[in-house]
């Protein structure tokens, strides 16, 4: 399958006939109206292939693809009524969800994905697109489960970890020019077993504070108009950023993966915020 990389500033969302991911591609359109996007809207058949030993009812996968079709036709209408602006193209896949996603991820701003819904993409339920999506998506992937906050805060949490690679960062920062809000960075850190406990917290946290600054300095001066503040907290990082990103508009991590084909090789801290946040989290591949 070949990645459409014609459209310059362009937002991917997955969608099938569930509520997690209507409101996934719900938040997929105000994001590309914001962001002076494009939305692009996907459904996989999952269809078997030519070679497949699989017997197939008579006309069952011309019926799929007139079900699927119409399914991205009922969801472009909505989204257009509710930005007549908005430019919506709909793509059909006859490939699985995980697959077609990382493949239209490539030159993509964004590609977005619900959780917990039925078939296709939000389906699969956290384990299988969500985190394949952020396992190997060539662009930010943003993972959207539960109920979007009526009236959500406006800035982005950005987790950062010890050494923190710039892309996240850099991704935080873009979009935060982009939407004229603030960038909140947020370190957890917990004391080392190795320490029994008894370093000064005090001391500690400045030393977090004082990484945290250094990793961010660049982005500071490149982005002046970028107002940003940051937090240390003392506790596990998944609880810590799920708190701290409570309401917020977005939240910010690396994808700090480890790969093999396919595999699910998301760590911890993702796999967390994922399963657990709900607040949309934006998970940034290195490179």
Request: hydrophobic share 45%; glycine share 8%.
């Amino acid at each position: 399958m070949e990645a459409d990389t014609a459209t310059p500033r362009r937002i991917v969302v997955g969608v099938d006939r569930s509520d997690n991911a209507a409101r996934a591609a719900a938040w997929a359109a105000r994001e590309a109206v914001d962001r002076g996007a494009s939305l692009q809207l996907v459904h996989a058949l999952h269809l078997p292939g030519a070679s497949a030993m699989v017997y197939e009812p008579p006309g069952f996968t011309a019926t799929q693809r007139e079900t699927g079709a119409k399914l991205l036709q009922r969801h472009a209408a909505a989204l257009q009524e509710l930005h007549p602006d908005l430019t919506v193209t709909t793509e059909l896949s006859e490939l699985e969800a995980p697959e077609t996603l990382v493949a239209l991820s490539s030159g993509a701003e964004l590609v977005v994905v619900g959780t917990r819904g039925h078939g296709g993409f939000a389906g699969m339920l956290l384990g299988s697109v969500s985190l394949k999506l952020a396992t190997h998506a060539h662009s930010p992937a943003v993972v959207v489960r539960g109920e979007d906050p009526v009236a959500p805060v406006q800035e982005i949490v950005l987790g950062v970890e010890p050494n923190e690679v710039q892309a996240p960062i850099r991704f935080a920062f873009e979009s935060a020019a982009k939407l004229g809000i603030p960038v909140r960075a947020v370190r957890a850190w917990q004391a080392h077993p190795g320490f029994g406990g008894h370093a000064d917290p005090t001391e500690r946290e400045n030393r977090e504070s004082d990484e945290v600054d250094a990793l961010l300095q660049d982005f500071r001066r490149e982005y002046p108009d970028v107002a940003v503040s940051r937090s240390i907290a003392h506790g596990n990082a998944v609880p810590v950023l799920i708190e701290a990103a409570r309401g917020s508009r977005l939240l910010v991590v690396g994808a700090h993966r480890h790969h093999g084909p396919l595999s699910v090789g998301a760590g911890y801290v993702v796999h967390g915020l994922l399963s657990h946040a709900p607040t949309p989290v934006a998970v940034v591949p290195a490179s």
